[in-house]
Structures are given as C-alpha cells and as structure tokens.
C-alpha cells in the first residue's frame, strides 16, 4: 500500500472513523499543530545531550500520538473510540509534567524573566517546542470554543507542557554553559 492514496487530493481528510471533513476543519487543525508539537519535540530530543530531558521528550511523544488519536474524533464517536481501546490523555500524564516542572524548579530554575533563545542549540529547538506547543493549545482552545472537544484534560496538559518546556530549556542552558548576549551584534 502506497502512503499517496490521493483521497485528500480533493481537500478532505479522514478522521477516526472514516469521516470525511475539509483539511482546514479546526479538528484536522488541532491535530496537525499537536503532530508539528510532536515534531519540534522530536527535533528537541535529537538536539539536547541530556538523558534527563530526553526521556522526558519520548514520553512525552507517545502522550502526544494518544491525543491526537483522540483529538481525530468527533464527539459522537468518542464511545467507540473508548470501547475500541485507544488510549486518552488523562490527569496522570500531566501530574508527570507537574512533577518534571517541580524538579526543575528544585534545582533553582524558574520562571524569573522572559528568556532570549538560542543561547545553545538544544534550548533553542526546547524553545521552538515550546511555541509549537503554545500554538497548538490555541488550536485546541479553538475547539473548546465550539464546544468540540472532547477531554477538558488535553488544554490543562498542553498549558503545563509549555511549562515544562520553558524550564527544560533554561535548564539545559544552565548545563551546556549557554548564556544570552547582553548586546546584539550590529
């Protein structure tokens, strides 16, 4: 079977399910902003040369295909998308950010000023996470506001994920000796 199916060629995209809707529907948005998070974390774990964010990242990729399987429902499938076993973003995935944030923050890294990135590759790609991240919790606040979505728990988690994000990237500067310019060339 070929990846080029051509059934979106029209425009149109499948959701769980089989249903057929147009790929600038806000659900296909959201998941796409949740698969660009994805990648830009991806990018992030193969940049940074710290074990502890690393497992971090990956466990944070597979919560990320869950939610985008479920972000691929529409409400009146979601029975079936439970019964079938497909796994939901649940309160205990973000109480795992919330951990990770309070262990940052242990080490004396927190949330003092806005942060310049680039100060080291590895906090620059955390940062792009970061923003793809808050990019896509504005898709799926969007969804929120048609009263589509599905699982209250996904905006708490992407809002923490953002956090923790931020934080990942400070301590990973912190570590890897990167420091912000004070003064920009000219």
């Known amino acids: 079977m070929s990846i080029a199916t051509k059934t979106g060629d029209a425009g149109t995209t499948a959701l769980m399910y089989g249903h057929r809707v147009s790929k ?3 659900r296909v ?10 990648a830009a974390i991806g990018l992030a774990r193969a940049t940074v040369a ?3 964010v690393t ?11 869950a939610l ?19 796994p939901m973003l649940t309160s205990e995935m973000t109480r795992r950010l919330d951990a990770i944030v309070k262990e940052i923050e ?3 890294v927190s949330f003092k ?4 990135p680039g100060a080291t590759h590895g906090s620059a790609a955390l940062d792009v996470a970061r923003t793809t991240c808050r990019r896509a919790e504005r898709s799926v606040c969007a969804l929120q506001d048609e009263a589509q979505l599905n699982n209250a728990e996904i905006l708490v988690y992407l ?5 923790a994000l931020w934080l990942m990237a400070r301590w990973v500067e912190a570590r890897d000796g990167g420091k912000a310019p004070e003064t920009a060339l000219v």
């Open 29 to 38: 948005q959201a998941c796409g902003a949740v698969d660009e998070l994805n």
């Open 159 to 163: 809002n923490r994920l953002s956090d």
């Open 106 to 108: 242990a080490q004396n």
């Open 55 to 65: 497992d971090h990242l990956y466990a944070t990729q597979k919560e990320l295909v």
């Open 68 to 86: 985008m399987g479920e972000l691929a429902t529409l409400p009146d499938d979601l029975p079936r998308y439970v019964k079938d076993g497909f």
């Open 50 to 52: 710290h074990r502890f």
């Open 24 to 26: 600038c529907h806000p």
């Open 113 to 116: 000023d806005w942060a310049t």
